[in-house]
């Protein structure tokens, strides 16, 4: 193309001008050609523009006037050739692609020439400003406000937990789903479920209010230092797995609920410890319980003071293990006084073992001047010196008086079901 200015061209033919042929070469070269310059403006009004050379270059952008290299370029076939497919790219001075549109697959790389989906992004991905939240939306389309998403919120404020990952589904029933090994570097927090195929690793602490299940291995910590899970009901922890590592103090600790000193700890099945267990505290051994709701009617008419009636319903078959143990024992029921037909008579409930060998019992008073249908029985006490066996727990009553009672006595109740509860564990004193 002519580097002379149009007022130049103009000049030469001009009234009383004798354009010589390098005029007329000059107002050529100075006009657009589609088959050298491959721009042409169709009929339509469109304006084309070709591809030439190696890498099908449409057009460059100069920074200034006489630069030797353009700043950006528009290119048909970015290079290079072998990492690339054909599309539309921007790239820079070097001819290296910075976007690119696939034209066949319509998928868009940035910082590459060869992209694997919608956005295939070569570097680092930043959304958002310095300020408010950011999300990216997981959406199977338009509207869906039940898309996954993971959101970031800088900037300060109420928000405690800036960097958010959020299942599919509505608020409360969201799921996680994470393959392969995880690892978390600072804290982690699961609100509700959140399920790993393979392991997770928390360099930090780690806060589960809801249900997380892990196919692999769960690492907490470092291997310095005291690390703990911690299950809570509240604000503070009310079970603890601690492992302190370094120095003598090498330990796995596991602390019950409760305060220190007053903590229980319940091992439910099979127990079994390859090295040494040291216990500071009671050890209690598998509880026993039974939960009914039959009724007993006893007929009083026959019962003298003195006389022990023994209750046909209310029993417990144990097994004790160990010689130096007791039995902790929990009754609880209901009594129906109102048949009664005597007042200020004493009834005592008792507990004991094995009726025939007269082993050692407790008791609890009830007065049957209250005659009232619902009596509740609420009783709690160690049976002590029971050799190891199985034996029978069971529950009996008699009158404090001489005085022959008459009426019924009604445990549990017979027109309402009342359950009733007897518990046994086996416990160091």
Known sequence: MSNNKRENLKAYFKANCAPSAGHFANLIDGMLNFEEDGIVKSNDGTLSIKAVGKANNLLNFYASTGADNPAWLLQLNPGPAANVTLGFSIGNEMGQSRLFIDRKTGYIGIGTGSPKGKLDI???LCIGADSGAQSINFAKSGGDHHAPKITYYCGGGADTDPFKIFGAGPGGSRTINLFDHVNVNGGL????????????RVSGSATIQGNLEIGGVLRIGRYDGQNSIRFAGN???????????GGSDNALSIYGAGLAGNRELKLVGDVEVLGKLHIKGNLINEVVMVNKNTPEEIDMKDMGAGNHIRLSSRSLDFTKRYLDTELRIVYSDNLDLSSLSYKDKVLKLTIGVDEESGSPIFADIYYCSDRITGCAVNMFGYLKDIKPGQHKIYVSFYVLDSEKPTGKLVFGDK???VTWTMEVQEVFK
């Open 415 to 417: 027109e309402n079901p």
């Open 189 to 200: 927090t699961v609100k509700n479920l959140a399920t790993l195929a393979g392991g997770l």
């Open 122 to 124: 070569a570097g680092v």
């Open 235 to 245: 604000d503070e922890g009310v079970i603890r797995h601690s492992y302190k590592t």
